[in-house]
């Protein structure tokens, strides 16, 4: 059974950073995109960045670029989102996901036809 574990998140100043993680296990993920999205209080759950878990090509919102990175770990079978220049309005429940998928189209699917989520990890950037 796939598990998809966040942490990392927390409470942070405007201009901070923050580290997210993701464990990913259940699977074995090569064939894999993995995914941040978040979703802010009262509005739909959105995209944020993808990697392509074999090869490693990476996607990103527009609103999160030069200022976020995602990466992997194989050997641990992480997946990390490093958030920098923080603003409030990223402040949000950030969720990892995982879907057979292109990094890119990650950023297009349905989030109803995104096949495994985690459980969400708050992150509250205070102005």
């Known amino acids: 059974q796939v598990q998809l574990v966040e942490s990392g998140g927390g409470l942070v100043q405007a201009g901070g950073s923050l580290r997210l993680s993701c464990a990913a296990s259940?699977?074995?993920?090569?064939?894999?995109?993995m995914a941040w999205f978040r979703q802010a209080p009262g509005k739909g759950r959105k995209f944020v960045a993808a990697?392509?878990?074999?090869?490693?090509?990476?996607y990103y919102a527009d609103s999160v670029k030069g200022r976020f990175t995602i990466s992997r770990d194989n050997a641990k079978n992480t997946v990390d989102l490093q958030m920098n220049s923080l603003k409030p309005e990223d402040t949000a429940v950030y969720y990892c996901?995982?879907?057979?998928?292109?990094?890119?189209?990650?950023?297009?699917?349905?989030?109803?036809?995104?096949?495994?989520w985690g459980q969400g990890t708050q992150v509250t950037v205070s102005s």
């Open positions: 259940g699977r074995t993920f090569s064939s894999y995109a």
């Open positions: 990697i392509r878990w074999l090869g490693g090509t990476t």
């Open positions: 996901a995982a879907d057979r998928a292109t990094a890119q189209t990650m950023g297009t699917k349905p989030v109803g036809l995104i096949g495994y």
